[in-house]
Nanobody
Framework: QVQLVESGGGLVQAGGSLRLSCAAS????????MGWFRQAPGKEREFVSA????????SYADSVKGRFTISKDNAKNTLYLQMNSLKPEDTAVYYC???????????????????WGQGTQVTVSS
C-alpha cells in the first residue's frame, strides 16, 4: 500500500509555470511506477506523464511534451511535475498515481494504476 498526497496546484496566467509535488508514504517508493493524470470538467481522466521505478524512463502525452517534465526524488519519496508554458487547456485537476505491478514499460492508461491521490487543481487563465 502507498498513500499519495499532491500539492502545488493553483491559479497561473498563460505562459506561466507551476511545479506539482506528490508525497508518497507507505511501501518503498522505488517499488512503484509513478504517473500524473489530469481531468478537466466534463472530460475523462487523461494521461499526462509517467516515470519508471528508477527514474530512467519517462513518457509524456503529446499535448505536454516539451513543456512538462516529470521527475522523482527517491530519497524524499516525492514525485514532481514541472509545468512550463502553461496554456488554458491545461486547466484540470491533476492526480498522482502509482502501480506496483512489474510492467516493463511505464503504463499510460488509468486502468494500470491502482493507487491515486486526491488531486490538486490547476487553473490557467488566458
Amino acid at each position: 500500500q502507498v498513500q499519495l498526497v499532491e500539492s502545488g496546484g493553483g491559479l497561473v496566467q498563460a505562459g506561466g509555470s507551476l511545479r506539482l509535488s506528490c508525497a508518497a508514504s507507505g511501501r518503498t517508493f522505488t517499488s512503484y511506477i509513478m504517473g500524473w493524470f489530469r481531468q478537466a470538467p466534463g472530460k475523462e481522466r487523461e494521461f499526462v506523464s509517467a516515470i519508471s521505478r528508477s527514474g530512467g524512463s519517462t513518457s509524456y502525452a503529446d499535448s505536454v511534451k516539451g513543456r512538462f517534465t516529470i521527475s522523482k526524488d527517491n530519497a524524499k519519496n516525492t514525485l514532481y511535475l514541472q509545468m512550463n508554458s502553461l496554456k488554458p487547456e491545461d486547466t484540470a485537476v491533476y492526480y498522482c498515481a502509482a502501480t506496483g505491478a512489474p510492467y516493463s514499460r511505464v503504463p499510460i492508461t488509468t486502468t494500470f494504476y491502482n493507487f491515486w491521490g486526491q488531486g490538486t487543481q490547476v487553473t490557467v487563465s488566458s
